[in-house]
Every structure is written in C-alpha cells, then in structure tokens.
C-alpha cells in the first residue's frame, strides 16, 4: 500500500524511483553507496525495499540524545546482528574472542574481555567471501555517529573498505550537510579521504510525481481523487507527508488535511527540539531566524529581525554560525542570496 505510514520494505509499495533503484542496486557491489535526502523523502523505504541480504542499523533514535557512547553502538550492531543473521550465528562467529554465542543468539562484550568491532566485521566478510557473497551493512542516519564519544567508526568503514571484499556499506543521512560535515571525504585527515563512493540523492517528489503518487495511492483503494492539485500545493512534495494525508484520508478522518498538518508540525517541533538539544542558548535566536524564513529573506533581513526582537546587536559571525548550522541540519536553505525554509510544512511549526 502506496499511503502506509511506515517506511516500506517491498518494491510493490515504493512509488516510482526507479533511477535510484538502479542507482542502489549497482552501488553495493562497490564497498561504499551513500544516499542523502531529507527527512521522510523516502531513504529508508528506498534501503529496506531494494536490499536483501542486510544488517541493517538505525542511528536516528539517538537523535534526541546529547552523545552515543561506544556501548550503545556495540548493542546496535548485536541487536542488528541477532535479527539479521539469526539463521547463521554460529557459522560466522566461531571461535571469537568477547562473543558468546548462547542458543539462538549471540552477545558481544563491551566490558571486560571488549570486542572489537573490526573482529566482528571481520568474521562476517570471511563467512560471506567463504561462501561466494556480499553482505550489505546499512547505517541509517549515520550524521548521528558524530555524538559518538571516544570511538572513530569512520575507521572501521575505512579498513573494511581497503580490506573487506564482502562487507559493503550502505549510508544514509538526513541533516545533509552534518553528514558530509561527519563523512568528510573530502577531507585529507579524514579515514574515509579520497574513498570512491556512490552518490544518491534522494528528492522530494515534483508536482508530477506527488499527483501522480496520490493518484496511484487512492486507485488502490478504488477512491477517484480529484484534489492532488491542492494537496501538493499545501504539502509540497515530501513523499512522507504525502503517504500520511493519504493514510489519513482513507482510514475516514474528517479532516485529512488538518491531521496533516498537526501531525507535520508536532513532528517538525520534536525535530527542532532535537537540534537544540545542545545549544539550548540559542534556542529563541534559532526559532526566530526559522520564523523569519517563513517568506524568503536575506542575510541583513533576518539579522534585523532578530536585534529588533532582542533588542540587541547579534554579532555577525554569531549569526553565520547559526545560519550555516540551520543549513548543516536541513531546516533553511540558501538560493539566490535569500534564505528560506527548505520543507513547506515546517511554516507550521515555526509561525
Ligand atoms: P526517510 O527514511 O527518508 O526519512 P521513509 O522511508 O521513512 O523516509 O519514508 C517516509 C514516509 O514516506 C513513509 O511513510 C514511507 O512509506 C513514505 N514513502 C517514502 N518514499 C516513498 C515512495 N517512493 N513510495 C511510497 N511511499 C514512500
Ligand atoms: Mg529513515
């Protein structure tokens, strides 16, 4: 069902993207595919329906937390294992140090007797080289990672890498410029410099697509729709939204429209408050630059709006700052000198 809520997980329920199926399914035989996009534009549903034989792990949960610690990316991986491979622990993970394999599962130590995860990943490409195949390791919202205290990762991605033949990494990552803040491969101090990898870039859908999506989502439930227009005027073409209205629509709500955006804007509010986690300072400064790109401003506009608000002169580096972070986590944008909300719905939530 094109409108269900979740992210899909079969080829039959994704609408369209085609170019990045493709895209995706010649990226994993290569070690490293990174897929961007914004928030609910589709790159889980894309990740969970084209690939098969996955661990697959997801960071976003972390994102209302101020730091990840090298334990809870241990249990993440134990978990994703556990479920991942449930019907061949015991073939990969023989002889081990700091795994134990009990019953029907395994537990990797992170106390005494620490695991290293690069034994981990490097058991598992030995038991898919061994057998002839690849094993796809997706990390969901990976920007995430950056909170992780005392641990590099990037380190593990680039030894598997240079030494693995079976692992392939499949990374996504919503805040798109903390991402490639996070990545950095074009960074000569980073691990991962220089790494050749592919590029998917994951965009809401156009007019087109979001009429036509509506269109195809209503026929399933034999609902000749005749609003699309409207609807992808309000809620623009975030396939995630899109997905929730229809949901919304046919499960008899009396007002699809409005739930939309009630729910949109709860959700963008909780995003926000996620951002602000550690730069609490900033909070009414950040609202206020959101609240004025709520129509298209330029630099010396919102910087007026804010002093005339505090009453005070905002330093202009504080500002640049602010402005480039509200870039880096996908809230603004910038185009032709002006700045501007990057998702129509977030109008709701920051008026
Ligand atoms: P992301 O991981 O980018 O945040 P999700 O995969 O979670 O996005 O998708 C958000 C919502 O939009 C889900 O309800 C999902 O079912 C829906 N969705 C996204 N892309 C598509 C698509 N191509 N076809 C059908 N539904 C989609
Ligand atoms: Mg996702």
């Not at 390791?137 to 920007?143: F, K, L, M, N």
Request: hydrophobic residues 35%.
């Amino acid at each position: 069902m094109l409108f269900d809520p979740y992210p899909k997980n079969n080829l039959n329920d994704l609408y369209d993207r085609r170019a990045e199926i493709e895209r995706l399914q010649n990226g994993v035989k290569y070690p490293l595919t990174v897929i961007q996009g914004l928030r609910r534009t589709g790159k889980s549903s894309l990740v969970k329906s084209v690939l098969n034989d996955m661990i697959y792990i997801d960071i976003r949960k972390y994102s209302g937390k101020g730091y990840i610690s090298y334990r809870d990316l241990i249990e993440e991986f134990n978990n994703a294992i556990n479920r991942d491979l449930k019907d061949r622990l015991r073939d990969v993970f023989k002889n081990i140090s700091g795994i134990n394999i009990l019953g029907n599962s395994i537990s990797l130590s992170w106390k005494k007797n620490r695991v290293r995860l690069i034994d981990v990943l490097n058991a598992i490409d030995d038991y898919y080289n061994n057998n002839n195949k690849n094993i796809i390791i997706t990390i969901d919202e990976i920007q995430e990672l950056i909170k992780l205290k005392g641990y590099n990762f990037l380190n593990d991605i680039a030894y598997s890498f240079d030494n693995f033949k079976s692992i392939k990494f499949v990374l996504t990552g919503s805040q798109i410029g903390a991402l490639h803040n996070y990545l950095k491969m074009d960074d000569y101090n980073s691990p991962l410099y220089g790494r050749a990898y592919t590029l998917i870039d994951l965009k809401p859908f156009n007019r087109e697509q979001s009429m036509d999506f509506l269109k195809k989502g209503f026929n399933e439930f034999n609902i000749d729709f005749n609003d699309a227009e409207n609807v992808y005027n309000t809620l623009g073409g975030i396939p995630g939204w899109l997905a929730y209205y229809g949901f919304r629509y046919v499960n008899n709500s009396k007002d699809p429209m409005n739930e939309t955006i009630k729910n949109a804007r709860n959700t963008i509010i909780m995003e926000f408050c996620n951002f602000i986690a550690n730069r609490e300072m900033a909070f009414k400064r950040y609202y206020l630059i959101l609240n004025k790109c709520i129509e298209r401003s330029s630099w010396s506009e919102i910087k007026n709006y804010i002093e005339n608000n505090e009453g005070n002169i905002i330093p202009n580096s504080v500002l640049n700052k602010m402005l480039n972070n509200l870039i880096d986590y996908s809230f603004i944008k910038k185009y032709d000198e002006k700045y501007e909300l990057i998702d129509n719905m977030m109008r709701y939530a920051f008026k």
